[in-house]
């Protein structure tokens, strides 16, 4: 059977799959399509919110971020995982004994506001929808790879599975599909990941073979990438970080991103007792660990197989660098993997020096005494997760499971988020201000409406990414991070926090954080209108845009903390509300009013 | 009901420190081991690395659904123990 016909199976099981079940978990009312009916088991829920939050960036680009900068991209493992500490401990059990639908409803009636319950739709909406841009171009890309169409046919064909899932059964169809993509990623991400690491170190267990010898030279792994990529120039793969405060308030801003994200938020909503929200944030944080422990195995060995591949004599024992550098590959002999990446663009290769073999390596180091003219190679990171198991020479039947997995991990996401968005509009924005008046049945029918329009609406921003599509780490964790986070967790442990307080903290934090990107990323993200340009010697104390979402948190925290202090206590049935959220006595299921 | 609002209350400041608790291991293991006090770290050998990196590789994440779990059990027992269980 031909690669494509193997990858079209898969896609194709799993794609057959996904609308079975949307089929048998049709949503007959609003508490269905909003909160799965409320009967989520914790496990069931853990690993659905593993797959809502891993996505096409975790799958697909996160390894090669940390192949690339090695020691340094750890932020992004801690960030994204250390996340749930802070929901488990601060958010989801109390948000869950407030048991209502949308993260903007909580926020509305906490701070007796339908303004800030305004703002609050606004912050989830503009995050939701920078990150489902991103999930649905991500499933374009991995289509267009491989299953041959163009990458439009196949955001298209994306979109119209999760229109089928996503609007006929709402949160409870989402919520067992994503019960399938977790299984489905999760096998596609570890069966490459174990392979890679029996053939490096002959450790089955990936997390293990990082810190494992390495076969072919029986040095450390680590120590022996280190070697390998010093020798060409670059930065220890080990090295360490001289920016320390940006690399701590980067990995903050994460994690208190990653915390505020309505859509994550919204699955412990779905779950039937207090207690359960708190071990299914556990049971994510497991689920999402055997990724993210794969993940960074994934990484070193990534490299150092690309590494190896071009320089073949550095594979194993090495006495002399220089000499193992001047024996690259003839780029008439390389493999076909990077013949077939080249057609995609992600790989190019441009002989400089004109001596037909190929050069890889950092040139900001002078190599000139080897002959070497500059860096011939360009590879882009996120090939490095897809091209794995070609790279380590897998049967074809794994390159099929990549193309599913990569497709569960980018779909599974984009549901979640479209689910965020369309609830929003739909519970806050028609049931909360337009027409409170409207009947259950109006309600699912708007809801369905909105979710339509909704991945209308990402489809075609997935097709023609517009600016800001790029900058979801910024954007989307940096307004999760500096507007909805503080202001959800001070709603919880202060009772003294007011409307006026709520509304100034999420204002000025969202105002600070947004107009620090914009300085250095352009305003709106327009190219050419950044004040600075975004390099480390222009940030304020080193301290990057995409970092700067745990500045704006903090003055998000302190604006609220000085404005409540300095205007009136919220009212007496306010301070009640926030006894009953701390107590989980009496929840019982998520309710409409 | 004083009774009940002591005993509600009481509840509420245990949580509060185990959450202190939780949160400065949390912080210890990834903004302290794995970032800050990696230097200090640096002479402790793990696999051709030192201890921070593994920390920031594995350690925090390891650490953390720990945490969660322990947070979880811990909260039970409150729950029970102030009789505000559901």
């Given at each position: 059977?031909?690669?494509?016909?193997?990858n079209i199976l898969f896609v194709g099981a799993s794609f057959a799959l996904y609308i079975g079940i949307?089929?048998?978990?049709?949503?007959?009312?609003?508490?269905?399509?909003?909160?799965?009916?409320?009967?989520?088991?914790?496990?069931?829920?853990?690993?659905?919110?593993?797959a809502?939050?891993?996505?096409?960036?975790?799958?697909?680009?996160?390894?090669?971020?940390?192949?690339?900068?090695?020691?340094?991209?750890?932020?992004?493992?801690?960030?994204?995982?250390?996340?749930?500490?802070?929901?488990?401990?601060?958010?989801?059990?109390?948000?869950?004994?407030?048991?209502?639908?949308?993260?903007?409803?909580?926020?509305?009636?906490?701070?007796?506001?339908?303004?800030?319950?305004?703002?609050?739709?606004?912050?989830?909406?503009?995050?939701?929808?920078?990150?489902?841009?991103?999930?649905?171009?991500?499933?374009?890309?991995a289509?267009?790879?491989f299953?041959?169409?163009?990458?439009?046919?196949?955001?298209?064909?994306a979109?119209?599975v999760?229109?089928?899932?996503?609007?006929?059964?709402?949160?409870?169809?989402?919520?067992?599909t994503?019960?399938a993509q977790y299984i489905v990623l999760?096998v596609a991400?570890?069966?490459?990941?174990?392979?890679?690491?029996?053939?490096?170190?002959?450790?089955?267990?990936?997390?293990?073979?990082?810190?494992?010898?390495?076969?072919?030279?029986?040095?450390?792994?680590?120590?022996?990438?280190?070697?390998?990529?010093?020798?060409?120039?670059?930065?220890?793969?080990?090295?360490?970080?001289?920016?320390?405060?940006?690399?701590?308030?980067?990995?903050?801003?994460?994690?208190?991103?990653?915390?505020?994200?309505?859509?994550?938020?919204?699955?412990?909503?779905?779950?039937?007792?207090?207690?359960?929200?708190?071990?299914?944030?556990?049971?994510?944080?497991?689920?999402?660990?055997?990724?993210?422990?794969?993940?960074?195995?994934?990484?070193?060995?990534?490299?150092?197989?690309?590494?190896?591949?071009?320089?073949?004599?550095?594979?194993?024992?090495?006495?002399?660098?220089?000499?193992?550098?001047?024996?690259?590959?003839?780029?008439?002999?390389?493999?076909?993997?990077?013949?077939?990446?080249?057609?995609?663009?992600?790989?190019?290769?441009?002989?400089?020096?004109?001596?037909?073999?190929?050069?890889?390596?950092?040139?900001?180091?002078?190599?000139?005494?080897?002959?070497?003219?500059?860096?011939?190679?360009?590879?882009?990171?996120?090939?490095?997760?897809?091209?794995?198991?070609?790279?380590?020479?897998?049967?074809?039947?794994?390159?099929g499971l990549i193309a599913a997995g990569g497709l569960a991990a980018a779909l599974s996401?984009?549901?979640?988020?479209?689910?965020?968005?369309?609830?929003?509009?739909?519970?806050?924005?028609?049931?909360?201000?337009?027409?409170?008046?409207?009947?259950?049945?109006?309600?699912?029918?708007?809801?369905?409406?909105?979710?339509?329009?909704?991945?209308?609406?990402?489809?075609?921003?997935?097709?023609?990414?517009?600016?800001?599509?790029?900058?979801?780490?910024?954007?989307?964790?940096?307004?999760?991070?500096?507007?909805?986070?503080?202001?959800?967790?001070?709603?919880?442990?202060?009772?003294?926090?007011?409307?006026?307080?709520?509304?100034?903290?999420?204002?000025?934090?969202?105002?600070?954080?947004?107009?620090?990107?914009?300085?250095?990323?352009?305003?709106?993200?327009?190219?050419?209108?950044?004040?600075?340009?975004?390099?480390?010697?222009?940030?304020?104390?080193?301290?990057?845009?995409?970092?700067?979402?745990?500045?704006?948190?903090?003055?998000?925290?302190?604006?609220?903390?000085?404005?409540?202090?300095?205007?009136?206590?919220?009212?007496?049935?306010?301070?009640?509300?926030?006894?009953?959220?701390?107590?989980?006595?009496?929840?019982?299921?998520?309710?409409?009013? | 009901?004083?009774?009940?609002?002591?005993?509600?209350?009481?509840?509420?400041?245990?949580?509060?420190?185990?959450?202190?608790?939780?949160?400065?291991?949390?912080?210890?293991?990834?903004?302290?081991?794995?970032?800050?006090?990696?230097?200090?770290?640096?002479?402790?050998?793990?696999?051709?690395?030192?201890?921070?990196?593994?920390?920031?590789?594995?350690?925090?994440?390891?650490?953390?659904?720990?945490?969660?779990?322990?947070?979880?059990?811990?909260?039970?027992?409150?729950?029970?123990?102030?009789?505000?269980?559901?």
């Amino acid at each position: 059977m031909s690669q494509f016909a193997i990858n079209i199976l898969f896609v194709g099981a799993s794609f057959a799959l996904y609308i079975g079940i949307a089929i048998w978990a049709k949503a007959g009312s609003t508490k269905d399509f909003y909160v799965a009916g409320g009967g989520v088991h914790p496990i069931t829920n853990g690993m659905a919110i593993g797959a809502d939050w891993m996505s096409a960036a975790s799958f697909i680009s996160m390894a090669g971020l940390i192949a690339a900068g090695g020691y340094a991209n750890s932020t992004f493992l801690m960030g994204w995982t250390g996340g749930y500490v802070l929901l488990a401990l601060l958010l989801a059990p109390y948000l869950r004994k407030f048991g209502k639908f949308t993260v903007p409803e909580f926020i509305g009636d906490r701070f007796y506001s339908r303004t800030a319950r305004m703002v609050a739709v606004v912050c989830l909406i503009v995050a939701s929808l920078t990150y489902v841009i991103g999930q649905m171009a991500g499933a374009g890309v991995a289509f267009s790879r491989f299953l041959e169409v163009d990458a439009t046919t196949g955001l298209i064909i994306a979109a119209v599975v999760v229109f089928f899932y996503s609007v006929l059964g709402g949160m409870k169809g989402i919520t067992y599909t994503q019960v399938a993509q977790y299984i489905v990623l999760i096998v596609a991400y570890t069966i490459p990941a174990v392979f890679i690491s029996l053939e490096l170190t002959g450790n089955p267990l990936p997390p293990l073979g990082l810190f494992s010898d390495h076969s072919a030279s029986g040095e450390p792994l680590l120590s022996k990438l280190n070697e390998v990529v010093t020798a060409l120039g670059f930065n220890a793969y080990t090295a360490m970080v001289d920016n320390k405060l940006n690399m701590v308030l980067f990995t903050l801003s994460l994690m208190i991103g990653t915390a505020g994200l309505p859509h994550v938020i919204m699955r412990f909503f779905t779950v039937p007792k207090v207690a359960d929200a708190r071990w299914s944030a556990g049971w994510a944080l497991v689920f999402i660990g055997l990724l993210y422990l794969t993940a960074p195995a994934v990484a070193s060995m990534a490299r150092l197989n690309l590494m190896t591949t071009i320089y073949p004599d550095m594979a194993g024992q090495v006495e002399n660098y220089d000499a193992a550098a001047s024996n690259a590959i003839a780029y008439g002999d390389r493999p076909d993997w990077i013949r077939t990446w080249e057609e995609t663009g992600l790989i190019t290769f441009e002989d400089k020096n004109n001596d037909g073999n190929i050069q890889f390596y950092n040139d900001s180091t002078d190599f000139a005494d080897r002959g070497w003219q500059g860096n011939e190679l360009t590879v882009n990171n996120d090939i490095l997760v897809l091209a794995n198991p070609e790279i380590a020479n897998l049967p074809s039947w794994v390159i099929g499971l990549i193309a599913a997995g990569g497709l569960a991990a980018a779909l599974s996401t984009a549901a979640g988020l479209l689910l965020a968005i369309s609830s929003a509009i739909s519970h806050d924005l028609i049931k909360g201000a337009i027409n409170p008046r409207i009947t259950e049945r109006g309600e699912l029918k708007a809801a369905r409406i909105s979710m339509s329009i909704a991945i209308v609406v990402a489809t075609y921003l997935g097709a023609n990414p517009p600016g800001f599509a790029a900058q979801v780490v910024a954007l989307a964790f940096g307004i999760a991070a500096a507007s909805l986070f503080p202001v959800l967790m001070m709603g919880i442990f202060s009772k003294r926090v007011n409307n006026k307080g709520a509304i100034a903290g999420m204002l000025s934090g969202l105002t600070f954080t947004l107009v620090y990107i914009f300085i250095y990323k352009g305003w709106f993200f327009i190219p050419g209108t950044n004040n600075l340009a975004d390099t480390p010697e222009n940030w304020v104390l080193g301290i990057s845009p995409l970092s700067i979402g745990a500045v704006g948190a903090i003055i998000n925290f302190a604006v609220a903390y000085l404005v409540s202090k300095s205007s009136e206590e919220p009212p007496r049935e306010i301070q009640e509300l926030v006894e009953s959220v701390r107590y989980p006595k009496g929840a019982g299921g998520a309710v409409n009013h | 009901m004083a009774d009940e609002k002591s005993n509600a209350e009481a509840y509420w400041k245990a949580n509060v420190r185990l959450i202190t608790g939780c949160l400065i291991v949390w912080a210890l293991v990834s903004y302290g081991c794995a970032i800050l006090l990696r230097p200090l770290l640096s002479s402790i050998p793990v696999g051709g690395t030192d201890l921070g990196f593994w920390f920031a590789q594995q350690g925090s994440i390891l650490t953390f659904i720990g945490l969660i779990f322990f947070y979880a059990w811990k909260m039970n027992r409150l729950d029970k123990q102030y009789g505000l269980e559901e």
